[in-house]
């Protein structure tokens, strides 16, 4: 068992997800890990599924456009607005779901990331703010906490054995 913390806390009267989870990795890699699609799409879905990337331009009104795909190829798109980045420190991102036109279905949700290193760890700390609670409630019905933790398990194998594909 990880002794690297991880904390996931829902906050349904402010429609809030906290996150804090530490990785036994730099930061300039971890900083790499969430903000280059060619390593976001080794992690991020939840096994069995993978991530797809169509396009990601991260800077300040980039966007990211993707998909996670089932073993079937079923695909549930998403789109990710960049909001304000600091490197290597911290960014913002607008979230919704999409259809495969780019579509956003709203309401979305504002995601801040918060970047830290202390003795070669790097603690990551994640603000999702629901912009309603019925998409507060789908997030959790759609087992969010679960494929949640289970990415941050792939992102802890893909930083052990770097980035090589």
Known sequence: MSSLLFDL?????????FIVREFDADLSTVWD???????????????????KTKYMNFKVGGKRFYAM???????????QE????TPKSQFKMHNAFADKDENPELPGSEW?????????????????????????????????????AMSMRNLEEVLAGGHQK
């Not at 806390?9 to 997800?17: A, L, N, P, Y």
């Not at 795909?69 to 789109?79: F, N």
């Not at 960049?82 to 980045?85: L, M, P």
């Open 69 to 79: 795909v089932s073993p079937e190829g079923l695909e549930r798109w998403s789109i």
């Open 33 to 51: 890990a969430f903000t280059k699609a060619e390593i976001l799409d080794k992690w991020v879905a939840p096994r069995p599924w993978r991530s």
């Open 82 to 85: 960049y909001t304000s980045i």
């Open 112 to 148: 801040e990331y918060n970047f830290s290193e202390q003795n070669g760890k790097t603690k990551v700390s994640i603000t999702i703010y629901n912009e309603s609670q019925e998409r507060l409630e789908r997030m959790i019905e759609m087992g969010f906490k679960e494929g949640f």
């Open 9 to 17: 806390t829902v906050d349904k009267s402010t429609k809030k997800v």
